[in-house]
């Protein structure tokens, strides 16, 4: 079964955005808004990595700080960082960045594979890198990177 994100041509649209000082990308398929932060109600006992819910037009959304669950600096969240809202199966998930960059089109191709010298959550977390002559794009696998809870959910669905 080909991948539905995927074009009959084999182009894949993915927005770009920024955590801390690195840059990232996810499927354009995936991302349902992007909005300004919101401050999220804390939920006691949540992953670190987990800064609470925000309502969204009556639905609870979790927010997940993107920076901390990747293993780097955790975001203090300020009105500069966005919040990018995904739909992932049948749940919908807040990333917090700190900014979105824009959106490109590339061939399947481009995505090279994440290298063997990453550790095992590194290779869980990144589907592959983009290379251009500006920058070095991170391809997320948005679905690894949810709360464990969710990701259970998800499977008993």
Known sequence: MSDPAVSQSGHRELVTFRVGNQD???DIMLV?????????TILPHAPSYVLGVINLRGSVVP???????LGLQASVPDDRHVIVIAVIENQTVGFLVNSVSDIISIDQMEIQGTPDVTSETTRAFIEGVIVTEERMLRVIDIK?????SVEKRLRDE
Not at 32 to 40: L, N, S, V
Not at 63 to 69: N, Q
Not at 144 to 148: G, M, N
């Open 32 to 40: 349902r808004e992007i909005r300004g932060w919101t401050p999220a």
């Open 144 to 148: 690894t990177v949810l709360p464990k």
């Open 63 to 69: 927010i997940v700080d993107l920076s901390a669950r």
């Open 24 to 26: 990232f990308c996810i």
